[in-house]
């Protein structure tokens, strides 16, 4: 069952703008776990320019009272990691994320990367906090077993190239090089999460891919709530994880 998790990110980059806390990011995280998305994502960044280390605490006791699931998304820096220890969220996401970094764009060298990410990796297992790296689509096989041997339980596929080239010719390509990678790290023993740029219009034919267990959506949520309303937005989407379940 692919479960919806809204990043907020968004929301907290509003509230920031102003310098006092609107939009409540509180607030609309109850709104859409009122809607009935499974849980709340989000990526406080070095700079903390939108969600802050701050949102975790709160958030994670909304999530808890809700029954729903925080996921943490970041680079694993020290006070980033210092702060999903203390809070112990259901799933910390570990980004490649430079702090001077636009948005995230690509997915860990896991080679390069091992020496960094097996102790994290370690210490999130001991609290009992549920990992998942960001890939890109086309990893090795080799890359997903040093993925499950350093600890991650899952990967989360990096979908900006499937969402930058839906409705072309090229897409069939790139959907089933994302399907094939979901196969591969299912055989090695990983769970698969999916986000970035996914939307109403791509994630339905993304969705055909099997065994997606979450997806994490935020920019496309808010700007399609500008145009049609939060309420709207929410359901079109819990809909069409809903008929991509039923279907498979």
């Avoid at 919806?4 to 006092?20: P, V």
Wanted: glycine fraction near 8%.
């Amino acid at each position: 069952m692919t479960l919806l998790s809204i990043n907020i990110n968004k929301i907290a980059l509003l509230r920031n703008s102003r310098g006092r806390n609107y939009p409540d990011v509180d607030a609309f995280s109850a709104r859409f776990l009122e809607l009935g998305v499974a849980g709340i994502t989000l990526h406080p960044r070095q700079d903390q320019r939108h969600a802050r280390y701050s949102d975790v605490d709160s958030l994670g006791r909304l999530c808890q009272q809700r029954g729903a699931e925080l996921n943490v998304e970041g680079y694993p820096a020290q006070e980033f990691m210092d702060v999903v220890l203390r809070h112990r969220p259901a799933q910390c996401t570990l980004v490649p994320d430079a702090p001077d970094q636009l948005t995230s764009d690509h997915g860990w060298d896991m080679q390069r990367d091992a020496a960094l990410l097996a102790p994290v990796l370690a210490q999130l297992q001991a609290a009992g906090i549920r990992s998942s790296l960001f890939v890109d689509a086309g990893i090795s096989d080799a890359d997903l077993a040093l993925a499950r041997e350093l600890g991650a339980d899952r990967v989360e596929l990096y979908t900006e190239p499937y969402a930058e080239t839906y409705g072309s010719a090229e897409n069939d390509a790139i959907w089933a090089q994302f399907a094939d990678t979901a196969k591969r790290a299912q055989q090695a023993g990983l769970g698969v999460n999916a986000g970035h740029d996914l939307n109403l219009q791509n994630l339905g034919r993304f969705l055909q891919i099997p065994g997606i267990l979450e997806v994490s959506i935020g920019h496309a949520v808010i700007v399609e709530s500008l145009e049609q309303g939060m309420d709207s937005v929410t359901r079109q989407y819990l809909a069409i994880v809903q008929a991509a379940q039923a279907a498979a």
